[in-house]
């Protein structure tokens, strides 16, 4: 490289299309210098601190959008994909903050360091969802996850909180160390870790050799097992029940939700750009682990007491119903997962911060039988609450429903290069959600149609759980009724990625409705 | 066309689900107020939707009092519209809600407000249902009948209620999610979900290839058959009806049974006619084992109400063999025998109903002489009985007959064997009513039963009343539905008629809309902004 000096409207530039992570990062160091200083009964400050920190980084992706394109030398793409995915992953921080107030506060665990942590966390989610680069995403991979193993952590005096991060520890690492694995066979292959460039090389050594370099699909496979578990598709699914149970509700609620869109958006990335060209291969691998992890994540929630840990199992099957549009390798798809993404978080951390206020002190009430009644106690809780299960499971006039219409139809729209093996996967993700539906209808039996619970004493639903709840529900139903924007949006992010149909997808319908829907 | 009028068909759809929000802002222990609007609005409802009969034109087959706009994108759309097969359909749905209403004054006690809320959601989603002419927007009222329904049974059925809310919901969500997949993968087919559309484009340019339609057709009839319910599919009735309150059987078995057999005429029979005339003997033979099952199954019953309820199995069976039979005299019948099902079958429920409000049980052997005590009600309950029986010149006799001869015309068999499931009729129903209403009282509580109530006989007269001006005044009913039944029949035809993958290309395996010859009217539909 000649010129290694960058001039200040560059600077200024890259600075901008970094503005989240910056604004995060920022906020995250002021909690922790904020924090020796305030007593503690005043803790709960830094709490608000965080959230003003979340909206903050909300309003700056704006400055994102504003100057979209390459920052750091192409480490770094913001462009509407990303920005579509740091909105989601944002809202999700935002709403999991509003609800770790109270529950730090009568777990007595109000400290500076958790939304610090939460803020880092987020913000290596952002570098996930912009890196174009193997190297950097490995990086925002690190961050996210070592703030989150400490969360996961963060009740140090009970058990399963240590064993949670313990495991998710043990095994994360394992994980961040196969997809590292992964990134140096890539670059042996290709030379390259830029995501655009390593497509490039591919081809012209598919054009040479005419065949796929086995050590590059190695890399790709290595890869798979890292994102993998952090999406939580079958066969890596293993420790989310015992984590997602172990940690502090509203870290569930966090660790559900942002990690999954931000880890999804950079396996779109990988998989759709850098390995378009196998994408005939890798489309069974995830075909596989589609169907494994629906049918895991459901079977597994079927004979659950524990609302929780059934939570936590639901989370699986979404990873599986999302990979179902992951599969597509359209750009449809690539909408259609956004749309998901979207809709999952909130009904997701929604449903989480239920049961963050339902589980009360120590967490001891989240069997079902607990919420026996629960309909006559609480209604607009146990209504919000059955939203977000009727979402989940994918009722109409709820963004999970649109969630599922839209991925559904993404796959099928890509038969003509996979032929009958979508058709297949549809109808399992189909029976799946059938399966599904028994689960989560439980629980609204349970609330609604059980005789009342007489140990359950309901306590008052603080004001910030109140406001993150009620965000979460017009967001859900907002996404049911009228999903046309967000659609657009998510298509027009989706269009925003140098995705080149291969030429035996090439499909002009495609190309025309994504038209229809733009209008 | 219907400009004056062409927001009704949204008012009366959305009018039950606007009165919610009346009821919402009550107290919920006003029960008094609760019940009055409630019953309120439905009435409302009710002459609100007689209007569709003023401005309905029944010499036009086609969909009225049209609503069109873009929803989600510019491919989902909300499209509104009636026609012959409909029409009736949405007055049977905002006649019934006010009678289920007025039976529930005084046997729901709890939640008083979520029952009547939950009553006036489901309306809304019914109509919908009836009236959507958007596969999307369709599935979507589809989808949103079963969760009122759900709670109605679940919260405030009897003993078993949570077994059967839950059998009820897993067993329509299981059809009806294939269902979904079906309309997906014709939207990939067609690039449209809008229902005339896809109608012209199957039946102008180019027809399914087989295979496709017969998988479409199944994923469409399942969804179907499981609401009808079509034997072997009927299992989750029985259940649900047992354990549902009055009125969520009133509902269930006057109006969302039809939402089964509506789906068949709606979509089954014109997107893909080749599969429908490939199965339809198959489908012919299960709606025959139903009549005869149903039937027999009904006689033996020692619980009122599960009888009730084998009837619908029976005379549904009646419903899909007239219309799987394409003649028009049969379609016509069937339509017409889903709104004498839904009135006597109504009815039914609604006296044994009135039963249960009195001793708390459906156990015949916990009746028996009951004529003696309450005349009235014991007469009506026989009228109504006479009607099921389709005894001449009630609304019932009417409709099976209908059917009966216009399947003779095809199928000489299939007419056979289904009269004998008008005879078994006659046999359960009588033999029903003696045992519950004649000889001596038989249990000693009995004897002190109060006769029915003004509201009761209100309910039961009005039923009545509307029975005997069916049977009497069928052409009033059936003309409307004549041009369109006449021009479902005549699409079919021509969609059959026609070389298949002969002379016009077959839809290209993927590909779709482009590919396809549309009418210059509809691509500039289609790709309206």
């Not at chain 1, 969360?151 to 005096?157: I, T």
């Not at chain 1, 989480?352 to 106690?377: I, N, P, W």
């Not at chain 2, 002459?47 to 034109?57: I, N």
Request: net charge neutral; glycine share 8%.
């Amino acid at each position: 490289m000649s010129g290694m000096t960058i001039s200040m409207a560059e600077q200024i530039a890259n600075l901008q299309r970094v503005a989240p992570e910056l604004v995060l990062s920022l906020f995250g160091i002021i909690v922790m210098i904020a924090d020796p200083f305030i007593k503690p009964a005043g803790k709960r400050a830094l709490g608000w601190i965080a959230f003003a920190g979340a909206l903050v980084a909300l309003a700056s992706v704006d400055v994102a959008i504003r100057s979209q394109g390459f920052a750091y030398s192409r480490l770094i793409s913001t462009d509407g994909f990303s920005i579509f995915i740091h909105v989601v992953v944002i809202v999700a921080a935002a709403l999991a903050i509003l609800g770790s107030i109270d529950y730090l506060e009568h777990e007595e665990l109000q400290r500076g360091e958790y939304y610090a942590l939460v803020l880092f966390a987020t913000a290596g989610m952002g570098i996930l969802a912009g890196a174009n680069e193997l190297i950097t995403a490995f990086i925002g991979l690190e961050i996210s996850s070592i703030s989150s193993y400490i969360l996961c952590g963060f009740r140090r005096k009970v058990r399963e909180s240590n064993e949670a991060a313990m495991k998710y520890f043990l095994l994360g690492s394992f994980a961040t160390a196969f997809f590292l694995y992964g990134i140096a066979m890539v670059y042996g292959s290709t030379g390259t870790t830029h995501i655009d460039s390593v497509r490039t090389a591919l081809e012209r050594q598919m054009a040479g050799s005419g065949h796929m370099p086995a050590l590059a699909l190695l890399g790709l496979g290595l890869i798979f097992v890292g994102l993998g578990f952090k999406v939580v598709a079958a066969p890596f699914q293993v420790y989310a029940p015992d984590v997602y149970q172990g940690a502090p509700t509203p870290v569930t609620a966090l660790l559900a939700s942002a990690p999954k869109a931000a880890t999804f958006a950079l396996m779109v990335r990988i998989f759709y750009i850098s390995f378009q060209p196998a994408s005939g291969m890798w489309f069974w691998v995830i075909w596989v682990s589609a169907v494994l992890t629906m049918f895991i994540g459901n079977l597994g929630a079927l004979v659950q007491t524990n609302v929780k840990r059934m939570l936590a199992y639901s989370s699986i099957a979404h990873a599986g119903y999302i990979l179902v549009a992951f599969a597509a390798a359209t750009e449809f798809g690539v909408a259609a997962v956004l749309f998901y993404l979207a809709a999952y978080v909130l009904m997701k951390v929604g449903a989480f911060l239920v049961l963050t206020h339902l589980g009360q002190r120590g967490e001891k009430r989240l069997s079902l039988q607990d919420y026996a009644g629960l309909g006559m106690k609480q209604p607009a809780l146990a209504a919000c609450f059955s939203l977000f299960l009727l979402s989940l499971l994918g009722l109409p006039a709820t963004g999970g429903f649109f969630g599922k219409f839209f991925a559904f139809q993404g796959a099928l729209d890509s038969t003509r290069s996979h032929g009958g093996a979508v058709i297949a996967l549809v109808v399992i993700a189909a029976i799946n959600s059938v399966i599904g539906a028994y689960y989560y209808v439980r629980v609204i039996v349970a609330m609604y149609f059980w005789p009342e619970s007489q140990e359950y004493v309901p306590t008052r639903v603080s004001g910030a759980v109140t406001f993150a709840l009620v965000v979460a529900a017009i967001g859900t139903l907002y996404l049911g009724i009228i999903p046309g924007r967000v659609r657009s949006l998510a298509i027009n992010a989706a269009h925003s990625l140098p995705i080149q149909q291969s030429s035996s997808s090439t499909n002009a319908l495609l190309r025309t409705r994504g038209a229809f829907y733009r209008n | 066309m219907h400009t004056p009028a062409s927001y009704l068909l949204t008012v009366v759809t959305f009018l039950p689900l606007f009165s919610v929000a009346a009821l919402l802002v009550l107290r919920s222990d006003d029960h008094v107020w609760i019940r009055r609007i409630a019953l309120a609005a439905s009435v409302g409802e009710f002459a609100v939707s007689l209007l569709l009969l003023r401005g309905f034109d029944i010499t036009d087959p086609a969909y009225q009092f049209p609503e069109y706009y873009n929803w989600i994108g510019s491919s989902i759309h909300y499209h509104l519209g009636v026609d012959g097969i409909s029409l009736f359909l949405v007055l049977l749905t905002t006649f019934l809600t006010p009678l289920a209403i007025l039976c529930s004054w005084k046997s729901i006690h709890e939640h008083v407000k979520g029952f009547f809320v939950c009553l006036l959601v489901i309306e809304t989603a019914m109509i919908g249902v009836f009236v959507s002419l958007d596969l999307f927007l369709f599935f979507v009222f589809w989808e949103i009948t079963l969760i009122p329904m759900y709670f109605i049974i679940g919260m405030w059925g009897h003993e078993r209620r949570i077994y059967a809310a839950v059998k009820f919901i897993l067993y329509t969500m299981f059809g009806s999610i294939l269902m979904l997949v079906g309309i997906l993968w014709l939207y990939h087919l067609t690039g449209t979900f809008d229902l005339p559309v896809i109608e012209n484009m199957l039946s102008n340019s180019a027809p399914l290839p087989s295979t496709e339609g017969l998988l479409l057709f199944g994923a469409f009839f399942l969804a179907f058959a499981i609401k009808v319910p079509l034997f072997p599919l009927h299992t989750w009735l029985p259940d649900v009806h047992t354990e549902a309150p009055t009125a969520g059987s009133v509902i269930l078995a006057g109006v969302m049974l039809k939402l089964g057999t509506y789906g068949m005429l709606r979509f089954c029979l014109p997107l893909f006619p080749a599969a429908a005339h490939k199965l339809a003997p198959f489908i012919a033979v299960m709606a025959i084992i139903g009549i005869v099952y149903g039937a027999l199954v009904a006689t033996v019953q020692h619980d009122l109400k599960r009888l009730v309820a084998y009837t619908s199995v029976s005379h549904l069976g009646f419903v899909v063999l007239g219309i799987f039979a394409f003649n028009a005299i049969a379609m016509q019948g069937a339509i017409y025998q889903m709104l004498n099902h839904g009135i006597s079958t109504g009815a039914l429920f609604l006296a044994v109903g009135m039963l249960y409000d009195r001793r708390h049980t459906h156990e015949i052997s916990e009746f028996g002489g009951l004529a003696t005590p309450m005349p009235v009600l014991m007469s009506l309950f026989l009228f109504v009985a006479l009607s099921s029986l389709a005894l001449p010149p009630l609304n019932g006799f009417i409709g099976e007959f209908l059917i009966l001869i216009g399947t003779f015309a095809g199928h000489h068999s299939w007419a056979a064997w289904a009269t004998s499931g008008a005879v078994l009729s006659a046999i359960y129903l009588l033999w029903a009513y003696q045992r519950v209403a004649l000889g001596e009282v038989t249990v000693e509580k009995n004897k002190t039963l109060p006769d029915a109530s003004l509201r009761e006989k209100f309910i039961l007269v009005t039923l009545a009343v509307t029975i005997l001006f069916m049977g009497l005044a069928s052409p009033y009913f059936m003309r409307p539905m004549e041009p369109s039944t006449n021009a479902l029949l005549q699409q079919m035809n021509d969609q059959l008629q026609r070389p298949q993958n002969a002379s016009l290309p077959p839809l290209p395996r993927t590909a779709g809309a482009p590919s396809v010859v549309l009418p210059a009217a509809m691509v500039e539909r289609q790709a309206r902004p």
